[in-house]
Nanobody
Framework: VQLKESGGDSVQAGGSLRLSCETS????????MGWFRQAPGKEREGVAT????????YYGDSVKGRFTISQDKDKNTMWLQMDSLAPEDTAMYFC?????????????????????WGQGTEVNVSS
């Protein structure tokens, strides 16, 4: 399974970006898919996930109300719409897929829940 992110860029605070994640298999074959980010010197942080079984969506507290995750399982693509970007959103963004994940791992952004990871796409937000 391969995942490839795109859409990262440098933007000013208050701007928007839309990240894409293309997968080599249907998202419907995964129990959970999502986005994580990692800023320099910081731990990987869960941004947003979606549970395949019932399309539940979970957001990290720092992005609620600003970021939106969506998925087209037929096109094997997932997106992350990021609005009202702030400098603290600067990070490498990764998409991830869990073929045998748990609801708990999806809801609480447990990286161990995800078997497949993309290489990341970089987002830089300047003030």
């Amino acid at each position: 399974v391969q995942l490839k992110e795109s859409g990262g860029d440098s933007v000013q605070a208050g701007g928007s970006l839309r990240l894409s994640c293309e997968t080599s298999v249907s998202g419907a074959s995964m129990t959970c898919m999502g986005w994580f980010r990692q800023a320099p010197g910081k731990e990987r942080e869960g941004v947003a996930t979606t549970l395949t079984s019932d399309s539940s969506i979970y957001y990290g507290d720092s992005v609620k109300g600003r970021f939106t995750i969506s998925q087209d399982k037929d096109k094997n693509t997932m997106w992350l719409q990021m609005d009202s970007l702030a400098p603290e959103d600067t990070a490498m963004y990764f998409c991830a897929a869990a073929p045998f994940g748990t609801v708990y791992g999806c809801k609480f952004f447990d990286p161990k829940n995800f078997r497949y990871w993309g290489q990341g796409t970089e987002v830089n937000v300047s003030s």
